[in-house]
């Protein structure tokens, strides 16, 4: 079981910037597939972004692409979720998630594909 907590949400205006971050623990970092996802009252935790064991394949959802990028650091087991042009659409509490792989190059976009969870971060966006 791996162990994730997410920080670095907050309050900012748009068109601002956050940087999340995801620090792992209790498995193996570098055979782990990271992502992140979202949710806002009343919705489905939708997915944001994805990326491979190795750190060389990612993936993002339209509504962020271009805006946010997910990156790893594997000497510290932390992942990060850097945030520009953030939109108040954006507004929801974020989710990192995590999965044992045993590829390097593979990663998932949906909710069940992934067994481990942190607890949340807030970001607002005002306008």
């Known amino acids: 079981q791996v162990q994730l907590i997410e920080s670095g949400g907050g309050l900012v205006q748009a068109g601002g910037s956050l940087r999340l971050s995801c620090a792992a623990s209790g498995r193996i970092f570098s055979r782990l597939v990271m992502g992140w996802f979202r949710q806002t009252p009343g919705k489905e935790r939708e997915f944001v972004a994805a990326i491979s064991s190795s750190g060389g394949s990612t993936d993002y959802a339209d509504s962020v692409k271009g805006r946010f990028t997910i990156s790893r650091g594997n000497a510290k087991n932390t992942m990060f979720l850097q945030m520009n042009s953030l939109k108040p659409e954006d507004t929801a509490v974020y989710y990192c998630?995590?999965?044992?792989?045993?590829?390097?190059?593979?990663?998932?976009?949906?909710?069940?594909?992934?067994?481990?969870w942190g607890q949340g971060t807030q970001v607002t966006v005002s306008s």
């Open positions: 998630a995590a999965v044992e792989t045993y590829s390097d190059s593979y990663y998932y976009t949906e909710r069940y594909d992934y067994t481990d």
